[in-house]
Structures are given as C-alpha cells and as structure tokens.
C-alpha cells in the first residue's frame, strides 16, 4: 500500500523557520496537501496543490515540492503555530488517499 | 459561509450499529464530494473513503471496505457513515470533509473543509 512518510517531530524556536518534509514515491505526479491540527480541533488545510495557501492562512505557510519530497514551510514560527501537521496525497492510480503519519511541530 | 456540522458523540456496546451524520451548509451539496476520515485517539488521520453526494457512487478504503458504509440524503443535505456491528477497535474520532473542485469543475482528491467531528466509543 501507499505510504507517506514524515518526521515524528520538529522543533524551533520563536521566529526560526520550520521546516516539515514528507516523502513518498508518487509525490513528483500527484498534488500533497498540509494540514495542521492543534489539540481538540479539526484539522484545516495550510497549503493546497503542494504550494497553493488558501484565503485566511497566515503569509508565513508555504509548500514546496522537489522530486519525491514536499516540504512544509513555515517562516518565523509562532508559538501559536504548536501543532500536528499532516500531509495527505494520493497514489498514481488516484485510487489510494492517504495521509502521512504527522509531525508535532514544537515552538520553544 | 460553508459549514459541516457532524452529530454527537456516542457511547455503544460492541455489536451495536451505529449512524453519525454530517449536515453541510453555505455551497451547493450535490457540487462536491465528502470523504469520512478516522482518528484513534492519539493516532494519525486515517482516510475511510469518500461519496459524491450527487449520485451517491462511493469509494472506500481497502481497510474500511466492507465495514462501514456512506449514505446520503440530499433532502437534508447530510452525509452519513454507519456501521452493522461496532467492535472497540472502531472507537475513534470521525470526521467527514469536503472535496475542492478542480479548475475544470471536476472533482479533485483534495480536501479543504472540515466538520468538528464525532466521537465514538465503544466499551462493554
């Protein structure tokens, strides 16, 4: 089955740049999108279409994409901006959605 | 302004069935897909599967295939999931999410909106 695979956990400090990565074989041809889920709450999308930040979402959110990887970026991180952050995207054959195994962001 | 408003939480037996619902606001029901994702506490998201509420056509997850089922009733404009028999291993947190719409008005994979999800336990 397909896998996307992210790291457990990232830390910053106030104001650093966090950096969230996720890697999966199909990544160069199918879209991911990044949600981020603090405690209790839904998630809400960050990032659409690998780079696309929706209306609402601070300036500071933004996507990349290279190869296999997309990555999460988040410059000068708030402490408010503490969360899990997961990655979604599908497999070529469009027929398996899945989601990475998230990564707690940490801003301390 | 769109809205999913899920049902809430419940408490059953395993062995017991169960129907939580997903009631949408604020677009068109029938434009836009909804997918069902699963969240064990402490766990990741898990997607279920989604429906296309225009024709009712579903898509399941290999791991959920033949456990739950999605419905819909557009009079209502609600989603709903159910399950014949719950096991402890489906206590969780549902939640049911809204699909983006391609430039070229077809569906895409993509979700933007979420209900604030329903919680089920199930203990003997």
């Known amino acids: 089955s397909y896998e996307l695979t992210q790291p457990p956990s990232v830390s910053v400090s106030p104001g650093q740049t966090a950096r969230i990565t996720c890697s999966g074989d199909?990544?160069?041809?199918?879209?991911a999108f990044w949600y981020q889920q603090k405690s209790g709450q839904a998630p809400v999308l960050v990032i659409s279409e690998d780079t696309d930040r929706p209306s609402g979402i601070p300036e500071r959110f933004s996507g990349s994409s290279s190869e296999t990887t997309v990555t999460l970026i988040i410059t000068g991180a708030q402490v408010e901006d503490e969360a899990d952050y997961y990655c979604y995207s599908t497999d070529i054959t469009g027929s398996q959605r899945v989601f990475g195994g998230g990564t707690k962001l940490t801003v301390l | 302004e769109v809205q999913l408003v899920q049902s809430g939480a419940e408490v059953k037996k395993p062995g017991e069935s169960l129907k939580i619902s997903c009631k949408v606001s604020g677009y068109i029901f029938t434009n836009y897909w909804i997918s069902w994702v699963r969240q064990k506490p402490g766990k990741g998201l898990e997607w279920m599967g989604r429906i296309d509420p225009s024709d009712s056509y579903t898509q399941y997850s290999p791991s959920f295939q033949g456990h739950v089922s999605f419905s819909i009733e557009r009079s209502l404009n609600t989603a709903y999931v159910q399950w014949r028999s719950l096991t402890a291993s489906d206590s969780a947190t549902y939640y049911c999410?809204?699909?983006?719409?391609?430039?070229?008005?077809?569906?895409?994979?993509?979700?933007?909106?979420w209900g604030q999800g329903t919680t089920v336990t199930v203990f003997s």
């Open positions: 999410a809204k699909h983006l719409l391609l430039p070229n008005g077809n569906a895409s994979f993509g979700l933007d909106f």
């Open positions: 199909d990544l160069s041809k199918k879209y």
